[in-house]
C-alpha cells in the first residue's frame, strides 16, 4: 500500500462511519417516538417532545465534546459501545418503564437527553478525526453531507421497511449492531495509534453478543411486555406500515386492539354495530351501493349484509393485514360471518380521503367506523373538509352515519363532530347544509357511545322501522337513542377543519378527565 492510498481509504472509512451513526441517531429518536406515541397515544405530542429533547441533547452533546483532549479515537470507539447497549436495548426500556415505573415521561426524557447527548458528541469527534486527512473546510462539508444522507435513509427505511419487517425491538437491536460495527470500524482504521486495542476489542465484542442475546430473546420478551399490556392471551400480533394490530383472547372472548386501544370486544361489539348501521340502513330508501370506510374488522358489513336488498357494498380500508386477517382467520371470519368473503363485498385498501377524491360513484348508505380522533392523521377525517367531500358521493337521499367517539367521556369531541357535520354544505356551491342527527347507545365494554346521521333530505328519528333480525335493537330501544340526559346535552364547540384540528384537545382533554 502506497503513502497516498492508506489515507485516503481511512478519510473514506470515517466518512462511511458518519453515515451509519446519523442513520443510527435518527433511527433512536423515530423508536423513542413511535413507541411513546403507540402507548400514550397523541403521535403529534410524543414525536414533538421526543425530537425536542434530542436536538437540545445533542447540542449537549457537542459541547462536552470540547472537554476531550486526550485519547480522542478511544472515547470515539467507547461512546458507539455505549449507544449500542443504549440505542440498541432502548425499545426495551421503553416498554419496560412504561409497565413498571410510574413516571414514564420522567424515563423517557432521561433515555432521549442521554442517546442524544452520546449521538451529539459523535460528530464533533470525528471532524477531530478527519483532521489529518483534510483541511477542515473539506472535512465539515463532507461530515455533514454524510451526516444529512444518513439522516434521509433513516427516515425512509423506518417506516417502508423497519417496522413492517423488523418490528420495533429488531430494528432497535439492529442499530445498535451497527453502532458496534462502527466501534469495529473504528478500531481497524486506527489501530496502530490506540493504547488500549485489546480492552477496546473485548468492548465492543461483548456489547454485540449482548445484542444477539436480545435478539434471540426478542420473542419471549416482547410478550412478556404485551401480557402486561393486554388483558387476556395475545394470539396475534402484528405491527404493519399503519399500525401494531394485536387480537387477544380470553376464554371465549376475543378483543381487538389497534394502537393499544380497544376496537372491539366479541361479547358486545353487536350492539355497537347493530347501532351504527341499523339506523341508517332503516332510513335509505335504496340499499343499491354501500360504502363502508374503516372498519375493516367486516362486523358492520355483517349488519349490512342482513338486508336482501344491497347490491354492492364497498369496504375502503387502508390496511390489508387488517382485512385479510378477519377474511381469512377462521375464528374472526366466524365473528363476521364471513362477510368479507361475500360476493357483494370489495375490499379497497385505500386512505379513505384519496379513495372519495377518485372516485365517481355515489352511495345510498355510507358506514364511518374509523378509529377515534387521538391525532392529526385521523382526526383530517373528521375535519368539515372531509364531509364535504363525503357529501359529494352521498345520493340525493342517501345517509351517512359516523361512529363519533364517546359523549359522556369525550363530551366536547362528540359535540364538535355533529357541529362540524351540521356545518357540511350538502351540494357545491349552495348554503344548505346536511340535516344531522345526534344518538348514543351503551356499549358495556366502551361505556356510552355515540353516533351522528345525516342526510341531505330532512330526516326523523321516528321514521325508523327495523326489518332485520337484531340481538340488541328493537323500537323501544331505538326510541331512546337520540334523547341525551343533562350531562350529555350538547354543548358549543369550534367546527373541526384542517387548518385547527380542534377535535383533538377536546378528544384528548376529555379522555384525559376520566382516566388520567
Known amino acids: 500500500m502506497n503513502d497516498t492510498s492508506a489515507p485516503q481509504r481511512a478519510n473514506t472509512l470515517l466518512l462511511f462511519a458518519t453515515f451509519i451513526i446519523a442513520v443510527c441517531g435518527l433511527i433512536y429518536e423515530l423508536l423513542a417516538g413511535a413507541i411513546s406515541s403507540y402507548l400514550l397515544g397523541d403521535s403529534v405530542f410524543q414525536f414533538s417532545l421526543v425530537i425536542g429533547l434530542f436536538m437540545a441533547a445533542m447540542g449537549i452533546g457537542s459541547f462536552l465534546s470540547r472537554f476531550v483532549t486526550e485519547r480522542i479515537i478511544e472515547t470515539f470507539i467507547f461512546v458507539q459501545c455505549v449507544i449500542a447497549i443504549v440505542g440498541g436495548f432502548s425499545a426495551y426500556l421503553l416498554f419496560f418503564a412504561f409497565s413498571h415505573l410510574e413516571s414514564y415521561q420522567a424515563f423517557l426524557f432521561l433515555l432521549c437527553v442521554l442517546i442524544g447527548s452520546l449521538v451529539g458528541l459523535e460528530i464533533p469527534l470525528v471532524v477531530r478525526l478527519l483532521k489529518e486527512y483534510r483541511v477542515l473546510r473539506l472535512n465539515v462539508s463532507n461530515v455533514l453531507t454524510a451526516d444529512y444522507i444518513g439522516a434521509l435513509a433513516a427516515s425512509l427505511l423506518f417506516p417502508l421497511v423497519l417496522v413492517p419487517q423488523l418490528g420495533l425491538f429488531r430494528s432497535a437491536l439492529l442499530f445498535g449492531l451497527l453502532n458496534c460495527f462502527v466501534a469495529a470500524l473504528g478500531i481497524y482504521v486506527f489501530y496502530r495509534n490506540l493504547q488500549r486495542a485489546r480492552t477496546l476489542i473485548v468492548t465492543t465484542v461483548l456489547c454485540a453478543l449482548l445484542l444477539l442475546a436480545g435478539f434471540g430473546a426478542v420473542n419471549k420478551i416482547s410478550s412478556f411486555f404485551q401480557n402486561r399490556l393486554y388483558v387476556g392471551e395475545i394470539i396475534f400480533s402484528k405491527t404493519t406500515p399503519y399500525q401494531k394490530i394485536v387480537l387477544t383472547r380470553d376464554g371465549p372472548v376475543l378483543s381487538l386492539f389497534l394502537n393499544g386501544q380497544l376496537q372491539f370486544n366479541s361479547m358486545d361489539e353487536y350492539r355497537y354495530h347493530e347501532s351504527l348501521v341499523h339506523p341508517a340502513m332503516s332510513l335509505a330508501r335504496r340499499h343499491d351501493h354501500i360504502l363502508v370506510l374503516g372498519g375493516g374488522d367486516g362486523l358492520a358489513i355483517r349488519e ?51 379513495f372519495l377524491e377518485q372516485s365517481q360513484d355515489f352511495y345510498d348508505v355510507v358506514i364511518i367506523d374509523l378509529p377515534d380522533p387521538s391525532n392529526l392523521s385521523i382526526s383530517k377525517l373528521y375535519t368539515l373538509s372531509f364531509y364535504s367531500l363525503l357529501a359529494r358521493h352521498l345520493s340525493a337521499d342517501g345517509i351517512m352515519v359516523t361512529q363519533a367517539t364517546s359523549p359522556i367521556y369525550a363530551h366536547q369531541a362528540f359535540w364538535c363532530i355533529y357541529h362540524t357535520i351540521s356545518a357540511t354544505p350538502s351540494k357545491q356551491q349552495l348554503n344548505d347544509q346536511l340535516h344531522a342527527l345526534p344518538y348514543h347507545a351503551y356499549i358495556p365494554t366502551f361505556g356510552d357511545w355515540g353516533f351522528v346521521l345525516a342526510a341531505k333530505h330532512n330526516i326523523k328519528w321516528n321514521q325508523i322501522k327495523l326489518s332485520v333480525t337484531t340481538r340488541y335493537l328493537d323500537q323501544t330501544t331505538l326510541a331512546t337513542m337520540p334523547q341525551f340526559p343533562p350531562d350529555m346535552a350538547e354543548s358549543d364547540t369550534a367546527i373541526n377543519e384542517l387548518t385547527t384540528h380542534k377535535l383533538v384537545p377536546y378528544y384528548q382533554e376529555g379522555w384525559q378527565k376520566w382516566f388520567h
Open 304 to 354: 349490512i349484509l342482513k338486508y336482501p336488498d344491497v347490491k354492492k357494498i364497498t369496504l375502503v380500508d387502508l390496511d390489508k393485514a387488517m382485512t385479510n386477517l378477519f377474511r381469512d382467520n377462521p375464528m374472526l371470519s366466524k365473528l363476521n360471518q364471513q362477510s368479507l368473503q361475500h360476493p357483494a363485498v370489495q375490499v379497497v385498501n385505500s386512505d379513505a380521503w384519496k
